[in-house]
C-alpha cells in the first residue's frame, strides 16, 4: 500500500489515533472528546487511506494495533510531547514579552532621553526599568506607530497631537516649555541683542514640509504672522534631523521647542527663548484600552 496526502494529517487526528491505541475502543475515545463512536471510526478509518495503512483490527467493542500502529504510536507519541513542550516555550516567550513596556521615543533631542531616564532611574524599581523597551524614532513617525501597536506608549512634542487620530489615545504633560528660535553663527542676529520675534521678518527661516507636517507649518506661520510678517523660506525638511542639520549648516533660523531641543545649542547655534510664545510642551501618549498598571506606573513616574 502507497501512503499519500500525509501532510493533511491534523493534530486531532494524531491524538485520537493515540487515544484509540490507548484504550483499543472507540466508545471510550468518543466519551473522552464528547464525540461519537462513529465520528472516532470515520477519524480512523481516514487516517488509514491518507497513510495507505491498516492500523486497527476491528472486531466487537474492541480494537487491535497492528504492527504498522504500534511504530506509529511510539513515533507520534514523541511528536505530541515535541509539540506540547514548544507550545508551552512559545507561551512563556509571549507572557515575557507581553509584559515588556515598548516606548518610542523622539529621536530629535538626547536631553529628552537623558530627562526620562533620569527620572525612572530616581523612582522606578529595577524590574520596571527591565520591562522597558526603547526606540528612538522621529518625532513624526510616532503616531502612526502608536495607532498600529508598534508602541505602548510614546514621548514626543505637544505639535504632534493633531495627529494622534485615535479617539481612544491619551495624553499627559512630561514638562512645560516656551518656543525658542535658534540661529547658527554667521546669521546676521546671532551677536545682537534681539527684542521681539519681529526682529527676524527679514531673515530665512527653515520649516518642516508642508505636505509631510502640516501643522508645523501651520504652527511657524502663525507665529510670524502674530508679529506682523509671512516667513521667508530657505529650506524645507524631510524630517526633524534635516533640519537641524540645515540650521548648523546655517541655512537659517528653526522655531522649536525650547527644552525639547536645548541641547541644540553649542557655542555655534544660538537659542532664543520667545518669552510667552508658543506651547511646545514634551508629551506621553498611549490608549487608554492598553493601559497596564506597569504603563501607568511609568506615566506617573515621568509626569511628577
Known amino acids: 500500500?502507497?501512503?499519500?496526502?500525509?501532510?493533511?494529517?491534523?493534530?486531532?487526528?494524531?491524538?485520537?489515533?493515540?487515544?484509540?491505541?490507548?484504550?483499543?475502543?472507540?466508545?471510550?475515545?468518543?466519551?473522552?472528546?464528547?464525540?461519537?463512536?462513529?465520528?472516532?471510526?470515520?477519524?480512523?478509518?481516514?487516517?488509514?487511506?491518507?497513510?495507505?495503512?491498516?492500523?486497527?483490527?476491528?472486531a466487537y467493542h474492541n480494537l487491535t494495533p497492528t504492527p504498522a500502529a504500534r511504530e506509529l504510536a511510539e513515533g507520534w507519541k514523541g511528536v505530541c510531547d515535541i509539540v506540547l513542550e514548544s507550545i508551552s516555550k512559545a507561551c512563556d516567550v509571549q507572557e515575557k514579552l507581553s509584559s515588556k513596556i515598548r516606548i518610542g521615543l523622539l529621536e530629535t533631542t538626547k536631553f529628552c532621553a537623558d530627562y526620562v531616564?533620569?527620572?525612572?532611574?530616581?523612582?522606578?524599581?529595577?524590574?520596571?526599568?527591565?520591562?522597558?523597551?526603547?526606540?528612538?524614532?522621529?518625532?513624526?513617525?510616532?503616531?502612526?506607530?502608536?495607532?498600529?501597536?508598534?508602541?505602548?506608549?510614546?514621548?514626543?512634542?505637544?505639535?504632534?497631537?493633531?495627529?494622534?487620530?485615535?479617539?481612544?489615545?491619551?495624553?499627559?504633560?512630561?514638562?512645560?516649555?516656551?518656543?525658542?528660535?535658534?540661529?547658527?553663527?554667521?546669521?546676521?542676529?546671532?551677536?545682537?541683542?534681539?527684542?521681539?520675534?519681529?526682529?527676524?521678518?527679514?531673515?530665512?527661516?527653515?520649516?518642516?514640509?508642508?505636505?509631510?507636517?502640516?501643522?508645523?507649518?501651520?504652527?511657524?506661520?502663525?507665529?510670524?504672522?502674530?508679529?506682523?510678517?509671512?516667513?521667508?523660506?530657505?529650506?524645507i525638511c524631510g524630517s526633524t534631523e534635516s533640519a537641524r542639520y540645515n540650521l548648523n549648516l546655517g541655512k537659517g533660523a528653526y522655531v522649536a521647542s525650547s527644552l525639547i531641543c536645548c541641547d541644540w545649542e553649542n557655542e555655534d547655534v544660538r537659542k532664543i527663548e520667545l518669552e510667552g510664545e508658543g506651547n511646545s510642551d514634551l508629551l506621553v501618549v498611549w490608549k487608554s484600552q492598553h493601559l497596564t498598571p506597569r504603563m501607568r506606573e511609568t506615566i506617573d513616574i515621568i509626569t511628577h
Request: net charge neutral.
Open 1 to 58: 500500500m502507497k501512503y499519500n496526502n500525509i501532510l493533511n494529517i491534523s493534530m486531532q487526528q494524531i491524538q485520537i489515533f493515540l487515544k484509540c491505541f490507548q484504550y483499543r475502543n472507540y466508545s471510550r475515545v468518543a466519551e473522552e472528546y464528547n464525540f461519537t463512536p462513529s465520528m472516532i471510526s470515520k477519524t480512523i478509518r481516514t487516517m488509514e487511506e491518507m497513510l495507505g495503512l491498516q492500523l486497527f483490527i476491528r
Open 117 to 235: 531616564m533620569i527620572k525612572l532611574e530616581e523612582q522606578a524599581e529595577k524590574s520596571l526599568l527591565e520591562d522597558i523597551q526603547w526606540e528612538r524614532r522621529d518625532m513624526h513617525s510616532l503616531p502612526a506607530a502608536l495607532d498600529e501597536d508598534i508602541f505602548d506608549m510614546v514621548i514626543t512634542w505637544s505639535g504632534e497631537k493633531p495627529y494622534f487620530r485615535n479617539k481612544d489615545t491619551r495624553w499627559k504633560t512630561i514638562f512645560r516649555s516656551p518656543d525658542a528660535v535658534f540661529i547658527a553663527r554667521g546669521h546676521p542676529l546671532f551677536g545682537k541683542e534681539i527684542h521681539s520675534f519681529a526682529d527676524f521678518r527679514p531673515y530665512p527661516f527653515i520649516t518642516l514640509s508642508p505636505t509631510a507636517y502640516p501643522h508645523y507649518y501651520e504652527f511657524l506661520q502663525k507665529i510670524c504672522m502674530e508679529h506682523g510678517f509671512s516667513p521667508i523660506l530657505s529650506s
